[in-house]
């Protein structure tokens, strides 16, 4: 049963948290994909990892000042943002997979950066939605809302 405090507007802060760790760890990775000389795979796969890590990094350092033991809030950032980030990576991925030009554009395009942003905003709609059905089963951002004061 779905919570009766669970809100549009708590989805959208969970979301907005999982959008700021994704497009920090995205941007980074594309930047140090492209310096290298990468190509779209290879830096896909690490602007996605980084993704993750920030993701992650945000909610450890959250929860860390509350006062949990490290392992404690590993496992909180896992179950607190897996599936958002998840869904954040398949969605803004995807558009960029499809708007065409966007993977074989630069970092000085305004295409590169346009349709990065149209990415996430698709992914922000699309993952709002899924944290708002996930807090309101005490899963996902819900972990993490006990440890904010």
Same mark, same amino acid.
């Given at each position: ?6 809100? $549009? ?28 000389? $990468? ?21 450890? $350092? ?70 708002? $059905? ?16």
């Amino acid at each position: 049963m779905e919570h009766e405090t669970t809100s $549009w507007g708590m989805a959208a802060k969970a979301t907005l948290h999982c959008l700021t760790g994704c497009a920090v760890g995205e941007v980074l990775g594309m930047i140090i994909g492209t310096a290298l000389g $990468w190509g779209n795979a290879p830096t896909m796969l690490l602007a996605i990892a980084l993704a993750f890590l920030f993701g992650y990094s945000l909610t450890l $350092w959250a929860v860390k000042r509350a006062g949990l033991t490290l392992r404690a809030a590993v496992g909180v950032a896992l179950a607190a943002d897996t599936v958002s980030i998840l869904v954040m990576e398949i969605v803004d991925n995807g558009v960029l997979l499809v708007v065409p030009g966007a993977m074989d554009a630069h970092l000085s395009d305004a295409l590169f950066w346009g349709a990065l942003a149209f990415a996430f905003l698709v992914a922000f709609l699309v993952t709002t939605p899924v944290n708002k $059905w996930m807090i309101g089963r005490g899963k996902g951002h819900a972990v993490v809302h006990q440890y904010h004061h």
